[in-house]
């Protein structure tokens, strides 16, 4: 009887142990095969280069290749919904970027909700637009560029790359809380809108950082001001937007998710090592060429950040009226 207890108990606590045994098990073994990540922009952009520099990072500490996989269209909602429908195995990675907060609203109709639909995994960087103007705009601060505008309402072209962009969106929430106009230009995209603003075709944008710091610094361009609650390190005697106008703040983020059910250790395991890399001195050189700052944060961390950016992009949307392509 005692011998058959006995036998009974140990049975019981190999019951136990043996979900936590396989979740450490199943973490320590991933990832068996190669991980894909997949950019809803074009090859050459600053997400399809972040998402190269994290991968490669991640091939290197896990053994494992983490192959950048690029799939453009419908501002990047195609790359967002394979992911959604992939297994959730730690085998098929989103690369976030503040796209996915706006399409939240921006698009009536969509067969996913990313908020639902996907987990935070780490956060990789963040960076922020920046208030460029034409060299040949009357205009050197932002005061002077809001006087400019409310004397001259709807008569200035606000160039971004595509109605929904972070760009657009930016200057529509630049509008909206400075109560001024400008006529939006959208383009297929930030470099043709940039080579624009180059040659005075339009007069503004609230462009990426990465895209136009080369530019700002070879005096092509003219920045009034950097979107972020702060100055930015790389460009430190340009003057933040929330300095004139209180609370205006936007950037973007890039970092990566997974699709929902996706095994916690998994995650955990792949946070740990993003969050490494970001801290390794020549990954953040690598960023800083960029114009960008690296953004270690935890899932939970990354995940409250994405709401916010949603409930804030929503707004702007609803305000701007602005529909997708």
């Known amino acids: 009887m005692k011998r058959a207890r006995r036998n009974f108990l140990r049975l019981a606590a190999g019951t136990v142990l043996l979900p936590v045994t396989s979740r450490i098990a ?81 698009y009536e109709k969509l067969n996913f909700n990313y908020m639902r639909d996907t987990v935070p995994v780490a956060g990789v960087i963040r960076y922020p637009n920046v208030v460029e103007v034409n060299n040949d705009l009357p205009v050197k601060s932002i005061p002077e560029f809001i006087a400019y505008l409310k004397a001259n309402p709807g008569k200035l072209s606000m160039a971004s790359g595509g109605i929904g962009s972070s760009q657009h969106l930016a200057g529509e929430l630049f ?33 990426v950082l990465p895209e136009s710091i080369s530019v700002i610094k070879e005096g092509k361009l003219r920045a009034l001001a950097v979107c972020t609650a702060k100055r930015n390190e790389f460009l430190p005697d340009v003057p933040t937007v929330g300095d004139f106008v209180p609370g205006r703040e936007a950037s973007s983020v890039q970092g990566l998710a997974t699709p929902k059910g996706t095994p916690m250790e998994i995650i955990e395991k792949l946070n740990r090592e993003v969050n490494a890399g970001l801290a390794d001195p020549k990954i953040k050189g690598r960023f800083a060429d960029l114009g960008a700052t690296v953004f270690p944060v935890s899932p939970a961390e990354f995940t409250k950040f994405l709401a916010d950016e949603t409930e804030k992009w929503g707004k702007v949307v609803r305000f701007a009226g602005a529909k997708a392509e």
């Open 26 to 106: 199943r973490a320590q073994a991933y990832p068996a095969r190669p991980v894909r990540i997949l950019v809803g922009f074009a090859p050459g952009g600053a997400t399809d280069t972040s998402a190269r520099l994290i991968g490669n990072w991640l091939s290197e500490r896990l053994g494992q290749q983490f192959i950048v996989e690029n799939r453009p269209g419908a501002g990047t909602n195609i790359a967002t919904e394979a992911v959604v429908r992939s297994p959730p195995d730690g085998y098929t990675l989103l690369m976030v970027t503040a796209s996915n907060a706006i399409n939240a609203t921006l």
């Open 175 to 207: 509008k909206m809380m400075t109560g001024t106009d400008m006529a939006h230009v959208p383009y297929r995209g930030g470099a043709p809108a940039l080579v624009d603003l180059l040659g005075g075709r339009v007069q503004v944008r609230f462009g």
